[in-house]
């Protein structure tokens, strides 16, 4: 056990940080912007009341990003309370005013007394990149169909027989855009170039893609306005989804029937690249909101909830690849007929079956493996 604890009610600009000792007494209590100079005098001085620290913090994103590095370069070991943990918390603690001194104090004293918090592990540099980039792909998404048709006009207008002749859901054409984007440079290159382009890069069935893409460029000659911008940004997008590869589990992941490039990358983004962090398939699955709740109150028994508390993002990605995986994966489809034929609507056999791709899942990243039909479950379906 530690002896002290240090919660910080996490800002914008400014946290307050608050250290109690085993009795819950105050020993520091301070305001700090969020500045890395002024972090590290925090760090100090709370090593200097004892090296035998546990932080807590209400945000483990977003505004807390910069002090999370610096204790994770220091050793630190921290855990996180959700803001909704803390709200209602904050109402069994004397005291009417919500100010930050109180918040930070509730923080630090729940993270003493309380045994069932999870040390945070900063995700790896490429979840963070992706949660970066899904993010960005979701704020799109979310803007619905006027941006989405924006862009795929902007991608018609470069070169749109090659955007007919690219199934962009494959590895092999995602690459190829990351080197040649518009008609003239593919000509230039010619089929035996990009052919051997493609397999140096390991993308299969090179020689066909090579053929199919210099048939496009040879049906459009002329060069058209904004090509080098609009190249530009098939460049970006390409990246994006090619990052995904970068990852180490990746090949794994992408195993998956229904997990494809972009849910692939999402999936990496939410849980941070780790799922060891999680500790079990039925903890991912409540993380996912997959894992139903009991609810028990008064004569209401056997009730099943999902949890308040999830990750919507996570959620949405199981829903949609179980989804796809309905086209593509025969287990998949045989586990969704059955939970029809049990009387399960659409929704509640998708949910079903995402909750048992989670086991799968967690199963194939646990082991290193790829996907194979007869791969055993964890935990329970």
Same mark, same amino acid.
């Given at each position: 056990? @530690?002896?002290?604890? %240090?919660?910080?009610?996490?800002?914008?600009?400014?946290?307050? #940080?608050?250290?109690?000792?085993?009795?819950?007494?105050?020993?520091?209590?301070?305001?700090?912007?969020?500045?890395? %100079?002024?972090?590290?005098?925090?760090?100090?001085?709370?090593?200097?009341?004892?090296?035998? /620290?546990?932080?807590?913090?209400?945000?483990?994103?977003?505004? +807390?990003? $910069?002090?999370?590095?610096? $204790?994770?370069?220091?050793?630190?070991?921290?855990?996180?309370?959700?803001?909704?943990?803390?709200?209602?918390?904050?109402?069994?603690?004397?005291?009417?005013?919500?100010?930050?001194?109180?918040?930070?104090?509730?923080?630090?004293?729940?993270?003493?007394?309380?045994?069932?918090?999870?040390?945070?592990? @900063?995700?790896?540099?490429?979840? /963070?990149?992706?949660?970066?980039?899904?993010?960005?792909?979701?704020?799109?998404?979310?803007?619905?169909?006027?941006?989405?048709?924006?862009?795929?006009?902007?991608?018609?207008?470069?070169?749109? %027989?090659?955007?007919?002749?690219?199934?962009?859901?494959?590895?092999?054409? /995602?690459?190829?855009?990351?080197?040649?984007?518009?008609?003239?440079?593919?000509?230039?290159?010619?089929?035996?170039?990009?052919?051997?382009? $493609?397999?140096?890069?390991?993308?299969?069935?090179?020689?066909?893609?090579?053929?199919?893409?210099?048939?496009?460029?040879?049906?459009? =000659?002329? %060069?058209?306005?904004?090509?080098?911008? #609009? +190249? #530009?940004?098939?460049?970006?997008?390409?990246?994006?989804?090619? #990052?995904?590869?970068?990852?180490?589990?990746?090949?794994?992941?992408?195993?998956?029937?229904?997990?494809?490039?972009?849910?692939?990358?999402?999936?990496?983004?939410?849980?941070? =690249?780790?799922?060891?962090?999680?500790?079990?398939?039925?903890?991912?699955?409540?993380?996912?909101?997959? +894992?139903?709740?009991?609810?028990?109150?008064?004569?209401?028994?056997?009730?099943?909830?999902?949890?308040?508390?999830?990750?919507?993002?996570?959620?949405?990605?199981?829903?949609?690849?179980?989804?796809?995986?309905?086209?593509?994966?025969?287990?998949?489809?045989?586990?969704?007929?059955?939970?029809?034929?049990?009387?399960?609507?659409?929704?509640?056999?998708?949910?079903?079956?995402?909750?048992?791709?989670?086991?799968?899942?967690?199963?194939?990243?646990?082991?290193?493996?790829?996907?194979?039909?007869?791969?055993?479950?964890?935990?329970?379906?």
């Amino acid at each position: 056990m @530690p002896e002290i604890w %240090a919660g910080v009610d996490i800002g914008k600009t400014h946290h307050h #940080a608050l250290v109690i000792n085993a009795a819950g007494s105050w020993l520091l209590s301070r305001r700090i912007q969020n500045d890395e %100079a002024e972090l590290l005098v925090l760090i100090g001085d709370v090593l200097a009341i004892s090296e035998d /620290v546990l932080w807590a913090v209400d945000l483990n994103h977003g505004g +807390a990003a $910069l002090l999370i590095g610096l $204790l994770t370069a220091h050793d630190q070991p921290f855990a996180y309370l959700t803001g909704l943990a803390v709200h209602r918390a904050s109402a069994t603690y004397r005291g009417e005013a919500k100010t930050d001194a109180k918040d930070a104090c509730v923080i630090a004293d729940q993270a003493r007394i309380r045994r069932n918090l999870c040390l945070l592990r @900063p995700g790896d540099e490429i979840a /963070v990149d992706l949660r970066t980039l899904t993010t960005r792909r979701l704020d799109v998404v979310f803007d619905r169909t006027r941006q989405i048709n924006r862009l795929r006009a902007q991608l018609l207008e470069l070169f749109p %027989a090659l955007e007919r002749s690219l199934d962009l859901t494959n590895k092999g054409p /995602v690459m190829l855009l990351t080197g040649y984007q518009t008609p003239a440079a593919i000509r230039r290159a010619g089929a035996k170039r990009i052919e051997t382009w $493609l397999e140096n890069r390991k993308v299969k069935g090179a020689a066909t893609l090579a053929h199919t893409v210099v048939e496009a460029a040879q049906a459009q =000659g002329t %060069a058209l306005p904004g090509e080098k911008v #609009a +190249a #530009a940004m098939v460049v970006r997008l390409a990246k994006g989804v090619m #990052a995904l590869d970068e990852h180490p589990h990746a090949e794994v992941i992408r195993s998956l029937p229904g997990m494809g490039p972009r849910l692939g990358a999402e999936f990496i983004a939410a849980t941070g =690249g780790d799922v060891d962090a999680f500790g079990s398939a039925d903890r991912l699955a409540g993380f996912a909101g997959l +894992a139903s709740q009991a609810r028990d109150s008064g004569r209401v028994s056997g009730n099943l909830r999902r949890p308040r508390r999830y990750h919507r993002g996570l959620l949405r990605t199981m829903y949609l690849s179980a989804m796809a995986s309905l086209k593509s994966g025969p287990a998949s489809k045989a586990y969704y007929r059955r939970k029809r034929n049990e009387g399960k609507g659409h929704k509640e056999a998708l949910l079903s079956l995402a909750r048992r791709r989670i086991n799968v899942l967690w199963a194939m990243i646990r082991d290193g493996e790829r996907y194979r039909p007869s791969l055993p479950v964890a935990g329970t379906a």
